[in-house]
């Protein structure tokens, strides 16, 4: 009898959602309103961070900025401030470092109050074969673009279960749902990022069924200067993506409560065929679009900022 109940149960919530996510394709739901959320973004100083960072404040959030580059950070402060009357709290923060970070949450709590929105967005790569990685880079990477997210978590989750208020936003990448050469270290990060935020997920929702959301991440290629240099051989199909699309999309998942972004949708039909092709398979279409040199060109740190400014000049003239 039990089990007959069980499975009704399930079946009518499972209609239940379905016709809700049909009627909202249609009926599109009111967007969440963050007037007022304290929003702790990581990575302010540059790309993805200071453009979400900028969307933010012309909504009327209060935001909190980190970043290991300060002057950065304060130019993402300036630019937010010129969107209006916003309150911006800068504060420089390795978030290599779990006892820094603990630290600096421990500030922001006293001096802006509880987080409510919290992105994180700090990352780093080196782009180099397996073997070529320094160990100390494979440390680093590890430390800023998956632990930190352990020791964030943990610092402003407790306030926002209290509350059952709050939004968990992890920026993964297309390198988190697939393995890709030269990118090993990255990759292995953020296939963890997006782990543990889609673990968290399922403790928020099915243990403590609470209201936070999670929304996880994972974009192609970005031409923010991270990857410069990085070649796509069918732009049509898997194009380097423009940071203000890419933050808007960011901006718009949020505001939707939205589960997952993954961007340009036919990563979505590469994760089926993924599942269902022998490796031999998959490594062939792999080549066909490129993988295996799409790395070829990459140009590391301070250089690719250097190249990004360069194509920018080129672009306005
Ligand atoms: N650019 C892409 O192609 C791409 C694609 C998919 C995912 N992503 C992810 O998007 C996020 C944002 O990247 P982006 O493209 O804007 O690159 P970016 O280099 O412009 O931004 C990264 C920011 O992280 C900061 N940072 C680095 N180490 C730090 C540390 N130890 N402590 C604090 N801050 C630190 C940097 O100073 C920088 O401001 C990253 O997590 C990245 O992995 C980027």
Redesign the pocket.
């Known amino acids: 009898m039990e089990v007959i109940w069980d499975t009704s149960l399930t079946l009518g919530k499972l209609l239940y959602y379905f016709l809700n996510a049909t009627v909202s394709k249609i009926i599109p739901k009111r967007k969440k309103n963050v007037a007022g959320e304290i929003v702790l973004i990581?990575?302010?100083?540059?790309?993805?961070?200071?453009?979400m960072a900028i969307k933010f404040a012309r909504l009327g959030a209060i935001l909190v900025l980190?970043?290991?580059?300060e002057e950065?950070?304060m130019e993402t402060c300036r630019l937010a401030k010129e969107k209006g009357d916003v309150k911006v709290f800068v504060y420089k923060?390795?978030?290599?470092?779990r006892q820094e970070i603990y630290r600096v949450a421990d500030q922001v709590k006293k001096e802006v109050g509880d987080v409510t929105l919290l992105i994180?967005?700090?990352?780093?790569?080196t782009g180099k074969l397996f073997l070529d990685i320094p160990d100390e880079m494979v440390e680093?990477s590890f430390?800023?673009?998956i632990m930190?997210h352990f020791w964030i978590y943990k610092a402003f989750l407790p306030a926002m279960i209290k509350a059952d208020h709050g939004h968990l936003v992890c920026?993964?990448?297309?390198?988190?749902l697939f393995g890709i050469n030269g990118l090993t270290e990255?990759s292995s990060?953020?296939f963890a990022?997006f782990g543990l935020a889609e673990a968290l997920l399922c403790e928020l929702k099915m243990i403590l069924k609470s209201k936070i959301n999670v929304t996880i991440?994972?974009?192609?290629?970005?031409?923010?200067?991270?990857?410069a240099g990085?070649i796509t051989k069918y732009p049509l199909l898997f194009p380097?993506?423009e940071?203000e699309y890419?933050a808007q999309k960011i901006l718009d998942a949020i505001l939707d409560e939205q589960h997952y972004l993954i961007i340009p949708k036919i990563i979505w039909l590469l994760l089926i065929i993924k599942q269902l092709l022998p490796v031999s398979m998959l490594l062939t279409i792999g080549e066909y679009f490129g993988v295996d040199t799409c790395l070829n060109f990459f140009i590391e740190g301070k250089k690719?900022?250097e190249a990004v400014t360069e194509t920018k000049k080129q672009h306005q003239n």
Do not use: E
Not at 42 to 51: E, F, N, P
């Open positions: 990581t990575g302010a100083g540059s790309g993805l961070g200071r453009l980190w970043d290991i580059n950065g950070n923060c390795d978030c290599s470092k994180n967005n700090a990352g780093i790569v680093k430390h800023v673009n930190s920026i993964s990448s297309a390198a988190g990255y990060t953020k990022a991440v994972c974009p192609f290629f970005i031409n923010t200067g991270m990857f990085a380097i993506l940071q890419v690719a900022n």
